[in-house]
């Protein structure tokens, strides 16, 4: 068990629904990080979130946000959806932003969604 | 803008033979961090090492051991007398370390699927 605790670990939905995919970080980090696994792209940054402010923005469409509350835990919203969104999500999460000793990525298990 | 290139798409071996997995990567910057990550059949993606780029001495741990060569921009994985639970993906990445940029904002390699037969 990685500490970081993703739900929920299979999703099945139809096109032009939307989604809320959730991810608890690891006791004490403060930073967020989606990233998106898929056949096509492989593995890809989406958005990092730090202590509740967006850091950093990757390839992620508009149809797609996410947020990270006052607890940390994060959401990662995808909308309107099509079925090239089918993917596997991860979310990762680390103590802090920079290249410090503890800057290394914790993976959760990840979500599996996939889009009929 | 960087780029990871993992030439190897899957490697078979059989058990107790070594097998290196290549990683060349692309980066303008002078700070960076490499890392490669395993993916085992059960999904999730497991840190197995970080380094970065003013330090080049290769690291072994256990069956493992890392070769990072800046000349070449390589930082290859060597798995030594492979098991079988060595199956898995495995990832290189890297995260860039400068300007502002999030080191948490890695490119990952294509992957390559290692496969160890009994």
């Known amino acids: 068990d990685s500490g970081v605790t993703q739900t929920p670990k299979h999703l099945i939905t139809a096109t032009g629904q939307r989604v809320t995919l959730r991810c608890s970080p690891r006791s004490g980090d403060l930073s967020v990080y989606w990233y998106q696994q898929s056949l096509d792209q492989g593995l890809q940054f989406l958005i990092q979130y730090y202590n509740g402010e967006e850091r950093a923005k990757g390839n992620i469409l508009e149809r797609f946000s996410a947020q990270q509350f006052p607890d940390l835990h994060s959401e990662l919203n995808l909308s309107s959806l099509e079925l090239g969104d089918s993917a596997l999500y991860f979310c990762?999460?680390?103590?802090?932003?920079?290249?410090?000793?503890?800057?290394?990525?914790?993976f959760g298990a990840g979500s599996r969604l996939t889009v009929l | 803008a960087q780029k990871v290139t993992q030439a190897q798409t899957e490697i078979s071996v059989v058990e107790k033979e070594d097998v290196t997995l290549d990683c060349v990567y692309e980066t303008r910057d002078t700070t960076y961090y490499l890392f490669w990550y395993k993916q085992p059949p059960s999904g999730e993606l497991v840190f197995l090492i970080r380094?970065?780029?003013?330090?080049?001495q290769n690291e072994i741990s256990g069956r493992y051991s890392w070769n990072f060569q800046k000349s070449t921009s390589s930082f290859n994985f060597t798995i030594t007398a492979s098991q079988v639970v060595d199956s898995a993906v495995y990832f290189c990445a890297l995260s860039e370390a400068s300007g502002g940029t999030s080191y948490g904002k890695l490119t990952f390699g294509q992957g390559t699927i290692l496969t160890v037969h009994p």
């Open positions: 990762a999460s680390s103590a802090a932003p920079g290249p410090s000793g503890a800057n290394v990525l914790t």
């Open positions: 380094r970065n780029s003013f330090d080049e």
